[in-house]
């Protein structure tokens, strides 16, 4: 597996002090934007917030207090959004999906700047669309924390025992099946 790959996990023990450069912040989002979508429709958005600034505590609000126990010492907090019409009122095709390819283009260009990104579900997407007044034909997919690896002493005590499991995923034998669904391709 390439290296990008392998090193990309989702710690949530932030350097509370670390900053990202405008460069960096700016790379995530070019990584993001050469996404492949359907008909290249481009449904993807991105809402961005850096440590002290309003737009971070707009989205550190809409968190959930589980994620809120550790995501404010992230470098940025992103939303990623979907439109899911054009100008015309046409619906766009797929658009999670584009966003989900968008998202991980970006988490690993994050791990190529030496960075760490952590993505979140657990977040208000109404209190996203209040706050940053998102249109009606927008909505708010997924927050994603930005940030330099801390130690996992800075995080309260169950969280660091998470920080610090094994990591696990099901065996291939599991995911991919060739002639008949179940029957394993390696
Ligand atoms: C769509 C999505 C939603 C997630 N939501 C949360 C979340 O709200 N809080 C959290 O701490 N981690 C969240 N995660 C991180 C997952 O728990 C993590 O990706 C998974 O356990 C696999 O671990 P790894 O990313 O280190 O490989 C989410 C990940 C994804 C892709």
């Given at each position: 597996?390439?290296?990008?790959?392998?090193?990309?996990?989702?710690?949530?023990?932030?350097?509370?002090?670390?900053?990202?450069?405008?460069?960096?912040?700016?790379?995530?989002?070019?990584?993001?934007?050469?996404?492949?979508?359907?008909?290249?429709?481009?449904?993807?958005?991105?809402?961005?917030?850096?440590?002290?600034?309003?737009?971070?505590?707009?989205?550190?609000?809409?968190?959930?207090?589980?994620?809120?126990?550790?995501?404010?010492?992230?470098?940025?907090?992103?939303?990623?959004?979907?439109?899911?019409?054009?100008?015309?009122?046409?619906?766009?095709?797929?658009?999670?999906y584009?966003?989900?390819?968008?998202?991980?283009?970006?988490?690993?260009?994050?791990?190529?700047?030496?960075?760490?990104?952590?993505?979140?579900?657990?977040?208000?997407?109404?209190?996203?669309?209040?706050?940053?007044?998102?249109?009606?034909?927008?909505?708010?997919?997924?927050?994603?924390?930005?940030?330099?690896?801390?130690?996992?002493?800075?995080?309260?005590?169950?969280?660091?025992?998470?920080?610090?499991?094994?990591?696990?995923r099901k065996p291939l034998s599991e995911l991919v099946f060739t002639e008949n669904w179940g029957s394993a391709a390696f």
């Amino acid at each position: 597996m390439h290296p990008l790959i392998s090193e990309r996990w989702s710690p949530r023990a932030l350097d509370p002090a670390a900053k990202i450069t405008d460069a960096q912040l700016e790379s995530l989002f070019e990584a993001a934007r050469w996404a492949a979508s359907s008909g290249n429709t481009q449904p993807a958005r991105w809402l961005v917030g850096r440590r002290g600034d309003a737009s971070f505590q707009q989205i550190f609000d809409a968190l959930r207090p589980g994620n809120q126990s550790w995501a404010g010492a992230a470098s940025a907090l992103l939303v990623g959004c979907v439109v899911t019409e054009d100008e015309t009122g046409r619906t766009l095709p797929m658009p999670d999906y584009a966003l989900g390819l968008s998202a991980q283009n970006l988490v690993l260009q994050a791990v190529a700047e030496g960075l760490v990104a952590h993505q979140m579900g657990g977040f208000s997407r109404e209190a996203v669309a209040t706050s940053f007044g998102l249109p009606a034909t927008a909505q708010a997919v997924v927050a994603i924390a930005v940030g330099t690896l801390g130690a996992p002493s800075l995080l309260p005590e169950d969280l660091a025992a998470r920080e610090t499991a094994p990591r696990v995923r099901k065996p291939l034998s599991e995911l991919v099946f060739t002639e008949n669904w179940g029957s394993a391709a390696f």
